[in-house]
């Protein structure tokens, strides 16, 4: 049996603290930065409505699926898959979509450090007062000459990655928990601040309205995206719960611990969201800003607001902490998986690892620069190019990765996740390690894993390509 198996990267010291870690790996940039400029695009509450959907239906069952196999493997996702399968009686190759989940976490990585990176340059902006008194042309400005330097992005860019791969490299109880310790807390703290403070704004319902009301003719229009993104936001479909799983105590309730998690991540999501859209109201701001909603919009509402160096100030600290946990989580499978494999030294893992995400991470930079003019994936009416310098549709390179991971990446390694728990794992394995009291309660885990959030996925994707 391998229920007594150990973890060669040591283990959480309690429940609770896997639970601080899998929700600092899913509380970042998704839930405050992606999440709110998303609502704004994809239209309010109709995104919010499936989003939402997505989590409980897809997402959840996801995250149990990663969570149990983790903690049944003790090992890096790729080995995971690997040693239950072939306990099962079934290919190695299952290792493989592992792998490539392993694969699309450095990638997101690439992109994540560099956003990572502005909310860090932005604390020191907003401390100095750059913000005060500016006009909404003056912000937009300031962000534009922000991201049309190179080497300032680059800059950021680095420190951010640096930060990261510090606390990896130290390995995982050493750096993850004693930092998160105190990151946790003060993350909900501060954004229960900031949602005090939006109440005071006058805007408050508007904002609840915009988030909330939906019209049932634009359900259709976000959907993947709300399901790409609901994988993004739990941090499920590329291993990092499953990692963070392998370092559970073996006694510790899965599902409700996985419940938890992925409650506070939708909760802190959502009151983003609410504290987000009142202040961009009062400022008589254009929810539908697109990716500049924070970085544009925020600091023009807390340039011209009373207290808004302060709470600036204390948004972007809150920002870049939790992307800096969840960055972290994007790292560890991959550095899980090498040290396993090679028994190099996990400093050394870290540091190249951390060194190609860099390296990649450079196209996001140019990509708002230098390389602003690369199109790939042009629809030109009748011509369709692969690449095109200057072309006015498109994806820039940080488009492109982001696209990839997020729509088709993330879901396709949860379909993998979930279908490899609910089928191929065998039913009593999952049973053992759910060990749930109630036979209910195991037969809708079940139910979800191997039907609902499957074939939610593949309907998904059929319901974008039908569109
Ligand atoms: N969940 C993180 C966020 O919402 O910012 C991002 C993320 C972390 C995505 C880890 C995927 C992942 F594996």
């Known amino acids: 049996m391998s229920t007594d198996r150990v973890s060669v990267h040591g283990g959480w010291a309690s429940r609770w603290v896997f639970i601080l870690a899998a929700t600092g790996s899913a509380v970042g940039l998704g839930s405050i930065w992606k999440f709110p400029y998303m609502v704004g695009v994809y239209g309010g509450g109709a995104f919010v409505l499936v989003f939402l959907a997505c989590i409980a239906l897809i997402g959840l069952p996801v995250m149990l699926a990663e969570t149990l196999i983790g903690r049944r493997a003790r090992q890096s996702p790729a080995n995971a898959l690997k040693a239950l399968a072939l306990e099962a009686g079934h290919s190695a190759k299952w290792s493989w979509g592992a792998f490539a989940g392993m694969i699309t976490a450095l990638l997101i990585l690439s992109f994540y450090s560099v956003v990572g990176g502005w909310s860090l340059d932005y604390i020191i902006d907003m401390g100095r007062g750059d913000f005060q008194g500016v006009t909404a042309d003056q912000v937009g400005a300031y962000f534009s000459a922000v991201t049309a330097d190179p080497w300032r992005l680059t800059l950021w860019h680095t420190l951010f990655m640096l930060l990261s791969a510090l606390v990896i490299a130290k390995g995982v109880v050493a750096g993850l928990e004693r930092s998160l310790r105190i990151m946790m807390p003060l993350l909900f703290v501060m954004l229960l601040v900031l949602l005090g403070y939006s109440m005071t704004t006058g805007h408050f319902m508007q904002g609840l309205h915009f988030m909330f009301d939906f019209s049932l003719d634009r359900l259709l229009d976000g959907l993947l995206p709300a399901m790409g993104h609901a994988f993004f936001s739990l941090s499920v479909g590329v291993g990092s719960i499953m990692v963070y799983g392998a370092y559970m105590p073996k006694h510790s309730s899965l599902a409700g611990t996985v419940m938890g998690v992925a409650l506070l991540d939708t909760f802190v999501s959502l009151v983003a969201g609410m504290a987000l859209f009142p202040i961009v109201f009062a400022a008589g701001l254009n929810p539908s800003e697109g990716p500049g909603l924070m970085f544009i919009s925020l600091p023009f509402a807390f340039g011209n607001v009373a207290f808004g160096q302060l709470m600036g100030v204390v948004f972007f600290v809150l920002v870049a902490i939790a992307a800096w946990s969840s960055a972290i989580s994007l790292l560890e499978p991959m550095v899980a998986y090498l040290v396993e494999r090679t028994k190099i030294r996990r400093g050394w893992v870290t540091f190249w690892l951390a060194f190609s995400c860099w390296f990649v991470g450079l196209g996001t930079v140019f990509s708002f620069n230098v390389w ?49 728990a609910g089928w191929v794992m065998g039913r009593e394995a999952v049973r053992d390690e759910l060990s749930l009291r109630s036979p209910l309660l195991f037969t809708l ?23």
């Open 372 to 420: 602003q003019q690369a199109k790939f994936f042009v629809n030109e009416g009748d011509a369709f190019h692969l690449y095109r310098w200057g072309a006015a549709g498109g994806l820039d390179f940080f488009g492109v990765i982001d696209f990839f991971t997020s729509r088709i990446m993330l879901p396709l390694g949860g379909l993998c996740f979930v279908v490899f």
């Open 445 to 467: 885990a079940l139910f979800l894993m191997r039907y609902v959030a499957p074939v939610g996925i593949l309907v998904v994707f059929a319901a974008q390509l039908w569109k």
